[in-house]
């Protein structure tokens, strides 16, 4: 696509829907819990059952992550498309800004493996890119990067209702 796409997935009262940008690309219905797993290895941008297979692994610039469980966030609309995503309610993890620290209320510690970067490239702004920025984006080189954490990310919940933004380029 070589340009910047806000990828949500949302899913509340059972119907799952992915959106790229503010356009709904598929809705499915589902029951499961599909994010009450204690026990899964957490990976970003690589595949949590074979991470050094690199076939499962891209080139990507990736900002503003954010896991909300126990909530769905409002479906993306023009209006709040480029907000910059922040630790709202639910928020479970969020790694946004230039650096790999986790900025939701409880944060997590993540390893990261090859050699992950953060650069000022970022769908929000190229200009202000210092200590505390919410700009920027990790830079993963689709060979050996990714960031992993032992143990689970998303606190074990009743709620099925969940969402995972984020942009990609």
Known sequence: LYQWTKITIRRE??????????????????????????????????????????????????????????????????????????????????????????KSTTPKTFTKVGTPKITKFSPFSDEEFGFGSSYGSAYFDGSDDYLTKSGALLPTTSSPSFTIDMWIY
Not at 16 to 26: D, G, M, V
Not at 60 to 83: E, F, I
Not at 92 to 98: D, I, P, S, Y
């Open 13 to 102: 009262s059972g119907t799952a829907q992915l959106y790229f940008n503010t356009t709904l690309e598929a809705s499915s219905t589902n029951s499961t819990n599909l994010l009450n797993h204690t026990s899964d290895r957490p990976v970003i941008n690589a595949n949590g059952y074979q991470v050094t297979n690199v076939d499962n692994q891209s080139s990507t610039y990736m900002s503003g992550l954010r896991v909300m469980k126990g909530s769905a966030c409002s479906a993306p609309t023009t209006t709040n498309l480029l907000d910059i995503p922040t630790a709202i309610t639910n928020t479970v993890f969020l790694l946004n800004g230039n650096n790999f620290i986790d």
